[in-house]
């Protein structure tokens, strides 16, 4: 079926860092892939997304591109900051309709 | 606009009590959805809305109700609460019926069965 495997956190990074978390999926159809966030005690955000192979999603200086050879689709960002702090969950849509599959998520923490 | 709200933030319940989580969302959306999020588990579905009027199960479907009141509204019921159901949980909105369409949450109602 329908799954999102992301790399386990936490990960810790000291500001202007480079950051980069691990996102694969699995290749059943052609799937749009999404990041979102979450900052801690609120809900989920979109922060970027992708619709189709080769696309890249960038918002807040973060980066993903839709690469379908790997199945994958890396979260990077050049230099993080403190207010970066937060979980970070892989999703992909899930055939038919609007349904989405979630990864387990990575926390993110970002220390001065 | 509030974009979507969920009452209560926290509760305790004690095994066996019932109570209903509210949500309402105030963008037109016709899908909502039900998620709980439990550590290392990501989020997973427990019902969603396609419309007003429709609802369906999702992953983890056991021991809860859905209602979708109306277009704006849909609740979750917790009959017969178990400690495996403490739990954060989350309902979201859409506006789109397609896969690549934006979900919208809430800030969570965090539930503890003892």
């Known amino acids: 079926g329908d799954s999102v495997t992301q790399m386990e956190g936490p990960v810790t990074l000291s500001e202007e860092a480079f950051l980069t978390i691990n996102c694969t999926y699995t290749a059943t159809g052609y799937p749009s892939l999404f990041w979102y966030v979450q900052y801690p005690g609120e809900g989920l955000q979109l922060l970027l997304k992708?619709?189709?192979?080769?696309d890249k999603g960038s918002n807040k200086g973060f980066e993903a591109t839709y690469r379908k050879e790997t199945t994958s689709f890396h979260l990077e960002k050049g230099s993080v900051q403190v207010s970066d702090s937060a979980v970070y969950f892989c999703?992909?849509?899930?055939?038919?309709?609007?349904?989405?599959?979630f990864g387990t998520g990575t926390q993110l923490k970002v220390e001065l | 606009n509030a974009g979507v709200t969920q009452t209560p933030k926290f509760q305790v319940l004690k095994t066996g009590q019932s109570m209903t989580l509210q949500c309402a969302q105030d963008m037109n959306h016709n899908s909502m959805y039900w998620y709980r999020q439990d550590p290392g588990m990501g989020l997973r579905l427990i019902y969603y809305s396609a419309s007003e009027g429709t609802t369906d199960k999702g992953e983890v479907p056991n021991g809860y109700n859905v209602s979708r009141l109306n277009k704006r509204e849909f609740s979750l019921r917790l009959e017969s609460a178990a400690p495996s159901q403490t739990s954060v949980y989350f309902c979201?909105?859409?506006?789109?019926?397609?896969?690549?369409?934006?979900?919208?949450f809430g800030p969570g109602t965090r539930l503890t069965v003892l």
């Open positions: 999703a992909r849509g899930r055939g038919g309709g609007n349904k989405l599959t």
């Open positions: 979201a909105s859409n506006g789109g019926t397609a896969s690549t369409d934006t979900q919208y």
């Open positions: 992708a619709t189709k192979a080769d």
